[in-house]
Nanobody, 129 residues
Framework: QVQIVESGGGVVQPGGSLRLTCTAS????????VGWWRQAPELRDLPPNQ??????????????HIRESVKGRFRTSRDDGKNSVYLQMNDVKPEDTAIYYC????????????????WGQGTLVTVSS
């Protein structure tokens, strides 16, 4: 059974850094685009299509997309040898507080061509002093 798992969330002070990790058991992330999405905790019951896209990395890692509001602060990368995709979050702000979800794309090797996503359960990031 495929299981997508996020880790690395927690409480961080404004201006601090955090690295989120997405891994999958029973499934190889290699060959799939992988995205990070987020949702405010109070809105966690909303469906996945209501989440805010943060980043996406293509299947072979040659192309990445980063949300404008986090450009220059967040970066995504992948290590297929470790079956992992990462979201490096630097200079975090209170408005970055959210549940961060990893989503594995199907249907295309490019982020823009994904037809459906399989989702993890999310990891909570709280930015607070």
């Amino acid at each position: 059974q495929v299981q997508i798992v996020e880790s690395g969330g927690g409480v961080v002070q404004p201006g601090g850094s955090l690295r989120l990790t997405c891994t999958a058991s029973g499934f190889n992330l290699e060959g799939h685009p992988v995205g990070w999405w987020r949702q405010a905790p109070e809105l966690r019951d909303l469906p996945p299509n209501q989440r805010e896209g943060v980043s996406c990395i293509s299947a072979i890692g040659d192309d990445t997309h980063i949300r404008e509001s986090v450009k220059g602060r967040f970066r995504t990368s992948r290590d297929d040898g470790k079956n992992s995709v990462y979201l490096q979050m630097n200079d975090v702000k209170p408005e970055d507080t959210a549940i961060y979800y990893c989503a594995v794309g199907f249907g295309d090797s490019d982020c823009r061509g994904v037809r459906r996503y399989d989702w993890g359960q999310g990891t909570l990031v709280t930015v607070s002093s």
